[in-house]
């Protein structure tokens, strides 16, 4: 039991993203999911001051975690700051993705990710728990990075570097590698022709 007590935040937030992912693919109406996102989180920081506040040294099973996650004061401050962060994103977000036509469900369900691999990063006592945490967290983020698709002044990996507003030099990008790729093309193929002409 003291094991559930000590991974609460880490459980909390992840068990409400998915929670949160069900009820974006079954509910019929759209948007709407920034306060649930935001209440998750802020449940998760309540959850994780109160594990501090109640002593984490009075927690007796936690050194089983020890190899792989290290549950103290630290780790839990930063859950409940990375908690709030979250919180206020979302609240954030949910007045900013509607206003510009980008509210999707399933950027709330990539922010909550997003922080649960930060707080797995913030509590990693093991190599192998670092890097899940830095990829589940960089995952999110890159995925968040990119969610105004569809429009040219934003980034892109086909125009390389991130162009805001700058459309001809997003037009030339497109141009240069339209012939570059034509030019390769035509020198894959000389020898070939060379060989059947002569």
Known sequence: MDIVLALAPLLVVGGGA???????AL?????GLALGAATILFSAAAVAASVWLAGIENLT???????WLLVDRFSLFFDVILCLGG?????LAGGYLPEHQLDRGEFYALLLFTTLGAMTL??????????????????GAYAMTAFRRG????CSS???PCVKGNHRLVREDRRYRRHADRNHQEARLRPWLRLHRG
């Open 122 to 139: 913030a509590s990693a006592g093991d190599a192998l728990t670092l890097f899940l945490g830095l990829e589940t967290m960089s995952i």
């Open 87 to 91: 919180a206020l994103a979302a609240l």
């Open 18 to 24: 998915l929670l949160l992912m069900l009820a974006e």
């Open 151 to 154: 429009r040219l002044s934003e």
């Open 158 to 160: 086909r125009t390389g």
């Open 61 to 67: 099973d936690t050194d089983r975690l020890a190899p």
């Open 27 to 31: 509910s019929r109406r759209r948007g």
